[in-house]
T-cell receptor, first 115, second 114 residues
């Protein structure tokens, strides 16, 4: 069964600082990878996803993530954060096999951006 | 389009009471899911329905039951609520019959069990 680790539980940054949130997964086969974001008081929204192809994927609001297969990682990055990026970020993974595949979420990273 | 809707938004129950959380989608998606979100634990899958007419247990199904009423609706029932079921519950949908699809989430139901 797959699992996801997000090592940073809380991150505090000043506006314009660069962001990198770590995500490592455990699964022996091919995976699809996701980053979801939950703004305060809102539901989860898809930030970006990787299914195949270019391992550097770009999402909404200037976010990007790089899939490094050899490191089982899918870290999220943003060059310059804004106060509006304050949110909780979830990495998720699903194995690509025959049959129905369920999404497994990490425990989340709470980001606070101070103005 | 409303997307994924959930009712109620908030609920307070006493231990032992029962209730049903409702989820409806107008996205014509085949698959639907129920998650619970607890601080420091992320989202955990309670039950899912890969397609209309099927339901299966997820990671934390104990104390819950589900019904896939039709393609649009997927309800979650707590037969005898316990304080450990205090949580935020999210319904989600995905287009195809495969879990690898992107999932779309509802606004959540905040449940407190006293």
């Amino acid at each position: 069964a797959q699992s996801v680790s997000q090592h940073n539980h809380h991150v505090i940054l000043s506006e314009a600082a660069s962001l990198e949130l770590g995500c490592n997964y455990s699964y022996g086969g091919t995976v699809n990878l996701f980053w979801y974001v939950q703004y305060p008081g809102q539901h989860l929204q898809l930030l970006l996803k990787y299914f195949s192809g270019d391992p550097l994927v770009k999402g909404i609001k200037g976010f990007e993530a790089e899939f490094i297969k050899s490191k089982f990682s899918f870290n999220l990055r943003k060059p310059s954060v804004q106060w509006s990026d304050t949110a909780e970020y979830f990495c998720a993974v699903t194995g690509v096999n025959t049959g129905f595949q369920k999404l497994v979420f990490g425990t989340g990273t709470r980001l606070l951006v101070s103005p | 389009n409303a997307g994924v809707t959930q009712t109620p938004k908030f609920q307070v129950l006493k231990t032992g009471q029962s209730m049903t959380l409702q989820c409806a989608q107008d996205m014509n998606h085949n698959s639907m899911y129920w998650y619970r979100q607890d601080p420091g634990m992320g989202l955990r899958l309670i039950y899912y329905s890969a397609s209309e007419g099927t339901t299966d247990k997820g990671e934390v199904p104990n104390g819950y039951n589900v019904s896939r009423l039709n393609k649009r609706e997927f309800s979650l029932r707590l037969e005898s609520a316990a304080p450990s079921q205090t949580s935020v519950y999210f319904c989600a949908t995905s287009p195809g019959g495969e879990g690898a699809d992107t999932q779309y989430f509802g606004p959540g139901t905040r449940l407190t069990v006293l």
